[in-house]
């Protein structure tokens, strides 16, 4: 249990559930009331209508759609950009390894001490250019 992230996880996840009650809370309590001030109605989340005997509560849907995209923006912004900043910050391209160089002839890669390349077998020696080695077969 004590291996891994699982303790992490877990307080992750309460954490996420009383944030999600506390955003819950702040749409029921103030933004929904917010709205129905602004259209007239008196109480946002008991608007509802009835076909057949069956009751929509389409208020309170209202209000959980409300939440979950509170929750949602919060989350986005307040935890998923300032992780995705940091990461790009800690991926940095790798410096150049200086135990191996391009050949310029073939473009392949040669350890620095070689005085030829093991693709086309040019010389490759840093004062004359490179020279590929040619074999007479006569």
Same mark, same amino acid.
């Given at each position: ?24 809370? $702040?749409?029921? +309590? /103030? *933004?929904?009331? %917010? !709205?129905?001030? #602004? ?7 008991? &608007? ?8 929509? $509560?389409?208020? +309170? /849907? *209202?209000?959980? %759609? !409300?939440?979950? #995209? ?7 912004? &307040? ?60």
């Amino acid at each position: 249990m004590l291996r891994g992230n699982v303790v992490d996880l877990a307080v992750a996840i309460v954490i996420g559930v009383a944030f999600a009650a506390l955003v819950a809370a $702040l749409v029921a +309590d /103030f *933004i929904t009331p %917010l !709205i129905s001030a #602004i259209f007239g109605k008196p109480d946002f989340s008991a &608007l509802k209508f009835t076909i057949n005997g069956s009751t929509f $509560l389409y208020g +309170d /849907f *209202i209000n959980k %759609l !409300i939440t979950f #995209i509170s929750v949602a923006a919060a989350l986005f912004f &307040l935890v998923v950009k300032p992780v995705n900043v940091l990461i790009a910050r800690a991926r940095r391209e790798p410096p150049a390894d200086p135990t191996t160089k391009k050949c310029p002839e073939c473009l392949s890669t040669v350890p620095l001490d070689a005085r030829r390349c093991a693709f086309c077998t040019s010389e490759l020696s840093a004062d004359a250019p490179p020279q590929r080695l040619t074999v007479d077969v006569s």
